[in-house]
C-alpha cells in the first residue's frame, strides 16, 4: 500500500479551499463562477455599509476602490459621501486610474449608475502616472484573508502591481490604511508568512458583513515596483508600466527584468473542459482528462425506403413513384412559401429603474406573475439598473375581464415593488415610468423561467 502524500500548501490551494466552499454553499451572486475572480459574495451590501461607519472612511477624501462586482456598494456610498474614488482600469491594459468625482444633485438611482463598470468608464477621467493626487484609504477586493492580514486576491497581480505603483508616484505611503470588504467564510485564522513575497499588499482593516476585524500590528506594505520580479512581456501588456521603466531609467536607476514569467497564476491556471478530482486531500485541484480513443465516423448512406401500405405488403413501383414525387413537390411547395411569422405591433412600454445589481430576471418574472402583469417582451439591461416591459395592444375588457386595459392600471400594479437584496428602505422600491420601445438588447421569452 503506497503512502499518501499531503496535499501541497499554496497560494491556489487556500483560494481553491474558499472557490470551492461558497460554491458548494451557495454564498455567491450573480456571476455565480467564482473561479479566478474575487467572489462578489452575498451580504456584500451589509459589508459596505458597515465598512462606511469607520473612521478611516469618513475623513477620506479620495479612495483607491478594486472594479470588482462586490465593491460596487462602496463605491456607492463613497459618492454618495461626496468623495472622489479612483478605479483601476482594468487590465491597467490603457492606463493607471479612472478619476470619478461626485457631480452635485445627482439621485441615489444616478449614483448608483456611476458606480458600476459602465458608468466609471463613461464618465471617469484617466489619471496618468505624472498625477500629484494623494489617495487616504485602499479598498480591494479578497479571495482570502487571514486574521493577522495577510491577503489573497485572484492570482494575477493587479492590486499589487496598483499599489506599487501609487508608492512610486508618492500618492500612498505606509501609513495608509488598506481595507478589504469580505464574506466570514473567507476569513481563516492563519496563512503560511512563507507563502507571501515582499511584493505581496496586506490588509489594515477587514470587515465582513457581521464584524470589523482590526489587524494589530500591521504588517509591512511594499515599499515601490520590484523590477526584477517583472518580465518583458508584463511590461508590453501595460503601458503604463513602461512610463515608468522609463521615468526610472531617466534619474540613473539600472533596471534588470525578470526573463521568465513563472508566476503563481500562469502555473495553475485552470485547464479548459477538465474533470474534478473528487480523492481526498487533493484541495479540490484538477485533473487532466485522459485521451480518449478517436472513433473514425462514415457518413451514413442514404437511400429511399421502400413504401407500403398498411395490410398491403404488395405495392406497385407506378405508387411509390407517385409518392415520392408528391413528396418532392409539398417540400418544394413549404421552400418557396415559407409561413409568414407573424410581428406584434408595441402598445406602450414601461421603464423599470432603480433595480438591485443582486436582482435577476427570474426575479423580475416571479414578482410580475405574482401581481398579474403580463408584458409581451421583457428586455433586460440588469447591468445598468433598468429594463422594459412591452405591450401588445390589449385585449378589451370583455374579451378577458383580468387583463388591465390602461397602462395607470398596470403602474399601479407594479407600485412598491422590490427585486432582490433589498435593506428595507423606501429607496429600494422599483422605479416604473412610461417609456417608448427601444432597441432589443435581450428579449427574453416571459413564459421561460
Known sequence: MTEQLPPEVTKHSFRQRIWDYLTKNELVNFPLNVYDRIPNFKGANEAALRLAELE??????????????????????????????LVPIPRLRSGLFLHVTPVAGLSKNELRTLSKIHGLMETGKPLGVDSNIKVDLVVLGSVCVSRDGYRLGKGKGFADLEFAMMMRMGAVTQDTTVITTVHDCQIVDSLPPTLFKEYDVPVDIIVTPTQTIIVNPRLQKPTGIIWHMLTERRLKTMQVLQQLKEMDEKDGKVITLKEEDDSEYVRYKRPFRTKRNTFPGNDGCEEEEKEKPVRTRFPRRRGFREVKTEGDTNVSSNEVEEKLQNGVKNAQSRQRNPRPKSKSQIEFSLKLSNISSSARIRDLKNALLERGVKPNEIIWQGCRGICYLHFNKLKKKSDSPEQPIQVDSIMGNLRELRIGESTGNETDFIIVEPAKPISRIEVTDVSSV
Open 56 to 85: 478611516e472612511f469618513k475623513k477620506a477624501r479620495v479612495i483607491k476602490i478594486n472594479p470588482d462586482k462586490p465593491q460596487e456598494p462602496v463605491r456607492f456610498l463613497a459618492l454618495e459621501a461626496n468623495k472622489e474614488i
